[in-house]
C-alpha cells in the first residue's frame, strides 16, 4: 500500500529533529521528505549523523532533498550543487533514507523559471552527463536518486524523463512525480492525459508521489490545499493504486490548517 509523507519543511524550521520528527508523527504520517537546510535551524555534521538516525528511526525517511541547479549559468554554483549532492549520496544507507532528490535546474539560474533554452537538446545533454555521473556514484554506495521533471526546467514531460532513464540505464536512477510541475497555463486542462502519460513511459521507474493541488487566478496557476483545487484527487489515487502501489505519496506545499484536511482527504480514498 502506499505510505504518505510530508516535505519536512512545510511543518516549520525546528531547532531539533527530535521535535521535527514528533510533529511528523503527530500528524499520523508514515514519513518524510528532508532537506537539512530548510527543515532544521543548525548545520548538519555529515560525519556524526546518530542523532538524525535515531529521530526517524520509526518513520519513513523517504528523500533526502538535495536539490541543485545542474545548469546554473554559474558553474561554481553547479560544482557546489553537485559535491552538496554526493554527500547525500554517501549518508543515504546511514540514514535508512530511501531516495536522494532533485530536479533538473533552469538556465535562468535562480529562480529556476522558464526560458526557451532549457528545452534545448543541448541543455538536456548537459543534464544528462551530470546525473550519469552521479548515478555511478550512487551505484557505489548503494543508493538510489529519484529525479524530478517539470515543465519550467530542462527535463520538462514525461517523456523527456524517460529519455534521461533510458541514455543512462540505471536500477539508481528513479523518479518523483509531480503533476502540478508538468502544468502551466497553456495545458492544465490536459493534467489527466499527462498523468496517464506518466504512467505510459515512467511506470516501472516511479517511486515518489509529490501531491499538490490548484486553482487558476488571472492566469496563474496557484496551489491550495489538497481537495480545494481542480486536481481529481479520487481518479489520481486510484490510478496510482492501480499503476504504482509502492509508491510514496509525499504532501509538497501543503502547509497550517491545510495538512489535517488534505490528510483526511488522501486516506479516505484508500478506503
Not at 503527530?26 to 542523532?51: E, M, P, R, T
Request: net charge negative; with cysteine; hydrophobic share 40%.
Amino acid at each position: 500500500m502506499n505510505k504518505i509523507g510530508i516535505r519536512a519543511h512545510d511543518l516549520g524550521k525546528f531547532d531539533d529533529c527530535f521535535k521535527l520528527a514528533h510533529k511528523v508523527k503527530s500528524h499520523h504520517f508514515d514519513g518524510l521528505q528532508l532537506v537539512f537546510k530548510k527543515a532544521l535551524n543548525y548545520h548538519i555534521d555529515f560525519d556524526h549523523l546518530s542523532d538524525i538516525k535515531n529521530a526517524f528511526n520509526d518513520l519513513e525517511l523517504m528523500m533526502l532533498g538535495a536539490y541543485f541547479n545542474p545548469v546554473h549559468p554559474n558553474e561554481k554554483i553547479v560544482e557546489d550543487g553537485i559535491k552538496y549532492f554526493k554527500k547525500h549520496l554517501e549518508i543515504a544507507n546511514t540514514l535508512n533514507a530511501k531516495y536522494v532528490g532533485t530536479e533538473t535546474g533552469s538556465l535562468m539560474g535562480t529562480p529556476w523559471g522558464y526560458v526557451e533554452e532549457n528545452h534545448l537538446k543541448d541543455t538536456l545533454y548537459k543534464v544528462i552527463t551530470i546525473f550519469n555521473e552521479l548515478t555511478k556514484y550512487a551505484k557505489r554506495h548503494h543508493t538510489t536518486i529519484a529525479l524530478e521533471g517539470a515543465y519550467n526546467h530542462v527535463v520538462y514531460s514525461p517523456l523527456k524523463v524517460r529519455e534521461v532513464l533510458d541514455f543512462i540505464n540505471s536500477e539508481h536512477l528513479k523518479v518523483t512525480v509531480d503533476l502540478f510541475n508538468f502544468l502551466h497555463i497553456g495545458n492544465y486542462e490536459k493534467r489527466m492525459d499527462i498523468l496517464e502519460d506518466c504512467f505510459k513511459y515512467l511506470k516501472e521507474d516511479i517511486v515518489i508521489f509529490h501531491l499538490k493541488d490548484f486553482v487558476i487566478k488571472e492566469d496563474q496557476l496557484v496551489q491550495v490545499g489538497l481537495g480545494q483545487g481542480i486536481m481529481d484527487y479520487e481518479t489520481i489515487i486510484q490510478r496510482i493504486i492501480d499503476e504504482v502501489p509502492n509508491a510514496y505519496l509525499i504532501f509538497e506545499g501543503i502547509t497550517g490548517d491545510d495538512i489535517v484536511t488534505s490528510l483526511k482527504l488522501i486516506k479516505s480514498l484508500f478506503i
